[in-house]
């Protein structure tokens, strides 16, 4: 089966900080998404990478960059964190195409204090 | 703004019951429409979906109902279970996103023994 790995589980952070988020898969799929998770906001989209070094904006891209130099790692990079970043991420996956379905990582919670 | 309306934000049903959840879209483009469910600890993981082609596809005890014509759609859980209870997201992409999942903010089902 498929396995999406975020490196951490909890991370805590100082403001001001760079934070990096990283994340695994291990099934050679083309693309990878950065999404983040709030109470009463659901999920929203970072960043998506639609193959290695080939990347696009999501839906709230400010404040965050990302990096794919090999087809099975993505990173998410906060250059400098701030509170209202405290959110759990949650990294996926998935093969290129329109029906492919997204396999998630247990997701990493940022704490910026 | 968003294009993907969820509702209910949370639902309490007692075992047995049947368990609705609706999502209502904006963009006419969009021609894939997946659920995904979260238990905690855990990152989501995809329910069943559907294609605009049809109007109903069933999966055990889950259904999406598909109502292209009022931009609306909704998944139906018969016979619901305590283990059942978890986050539901409805969401939907579209060929000129890149497929791109837009979520729903989130239902919390519990579902009571």
């Known amino acids: 089966d498929v396995k999406v790995t975020q490196s951490s589980r909890y991370l805590v952070k100082r403001t001001g900080e760079k934070v990096f988020l990283e994340c695994v898969q291990d099934m050679d799929h083309e693309n990878m998404f950065w999404h983040r998770q709030d109470p009463g906001l659901g999920l929203r989209l970072i960043y998506f990478?639609?193959?290695?070094?080939?990347?696009e904006k999501g839906d709230i891209p400010e404040g965050y960059s990302v990096s794919r130099e090999k087809k099975e790692r993505f990173s998410l990079i906060l250059e400098s964190a701030s509170t209202n970043q405290t959110s759990m991420y949650l990294c996926a996956s998935r093969r290129a195409g329109g029906s492919e379905k997204l396999f998630f990582g247990s997701g990493t919670q940022l704490s910026v204090l | 703004q968003q294009q993907v309306k969820q509702s209910p934000q949370s639902l309490i049903v007692q075992k047995g019951g049947i368990s609705i959840i609706n999502c209502a879209y904006e963009n006419t483009a969009f021609d894939y429409f997946p659920w995904y469910q979260q238990f905690p600890g855990k990152g989501p993981a995809l329910l069943i979906a559907?294609?605009?082609?049809?109007s109903e596809k069933k999966e055990g005890r889950f259904t999406i109902s598909f109502n292209k014509s009022a931009k609306q759609f909704s998944l139906h859980i018969m016979d619901s279970q305590p283990g059942d209870s978890a986050t539901y997201f409805c969401?939907?992409?579209?060929?000129?996103?890149?497929?791109?999942?837009?979520f729903g903010k989130g239902t919390l089902l519990t579902v009571n023994p």
């Open positions: 990478s639609y193959d290695v070094k080939m990347k």
């Open positions: 969401a939907a992409s579209w060929l000129g996103s890149n497929y791109k999942l837009t």
């Open positions: 559907i294609r605009p082609d049809v």
